[in-house]
T-cell receptor, first 114, second 112 residues
């Protein structure tokens, strides 16, 4: 069974540009999460999808971040326009049944904003 | 407020030593889950254990053991007879309802 995959693995962009990160959860997992770790800080929760619905988006930092999960399968996280402080590693995770289950993490996307 | 504190930023041990990683949490929820994840140098987060707030039984899995004490809001992780392959960053996390609240992690270095 394939694990959680994320694309790209690395992205380097300039301030003001747009970047879209993609996450493919484990097949059959209704719950999908986005997290990020900025340099030197803890991993922070961004949002939680249940199928295509946003269950909890309390961690989204501002309206420059837009997450979608059309059809309840893969998800995208768009940052527009990117700022320097958006640099970090963005992790995606999925779980099968409920938010209390083990979350399987992807390898992360390292975003560098210059 | 929900919070997880891992006071040990970095620990270095020599192979075969036992090591305990501390985790203290804060929550007002009566139902919650605690987790430990391992992040090896390759970068992915690997699930180690989940414990719910109603189950204070300690758990042992091979060289790994976990001690959950609600009275002190702690969920500590012990590695017995550490090995070089245990070198990684270890994260403790808490969730009342889904999104994980992580501690800052403890970097463990095991030297041969």
């Amino acid at each position: 069974e394939a694990g959680v995959t994320q694309f790209p693995s690395h992205s380097v962009i300039e301030k003001g540009q747009t970047v879209t990160l993609r996450c493919d959860p484990i097949s059959g997992h209704d719950n999908l999460y986005w997290y990020r770790r900025v340099m030197g800080k803890e991993i922070k929760f961004l949002l939680h999808f249940v199928k295509e619905s946003k269950q909890d988006e309390s961690g989204m930092p501002n309206n420059r971040f837009l997450a979608e999960r059309t059809g309840g399968t893969y998800s995208t996280l768009k940052v527009q326009p990117a700022e320097l402080e958006d640099s970090g590693v963005y992790f995606c995770a999925s779980s099968q049944v409920s938010g209390y289950n083990e979350q399987f993490f992807g390898p992360g996307t390292r975003l560098t904003v210059l | 407020a929900q919070k997880v504190t891992q006071a040990q930023t970095e620990i270095s041990v020599v192979e075969k030593e036992d090591v305990t990683l501390d985790c203290v949490y804060e929550t007002r929820d009566t139902t919650y889950y605690l987790f430990w994840y391992k992040q090896p140098p390759s970068g992915e987060l690997v699930f180690l254990i989940r414990r719910n707030s109603f189950d204070e039984q300690n758990e042992i899995s091979g060289r790994y053991s976990w001690n959950f004490q609600k009275s002190t809001s702690s969920f500590n992780f012990t590695i017995t007879a550490s090995q070089v392959v245990d070198s990684a960053v270890y994260f403790c996390a808490l969730t009342p309802r889904g999104g994980l609240i992580f501690g800052t992690g403890t970097r463990l270095q095991v030297f041969p």
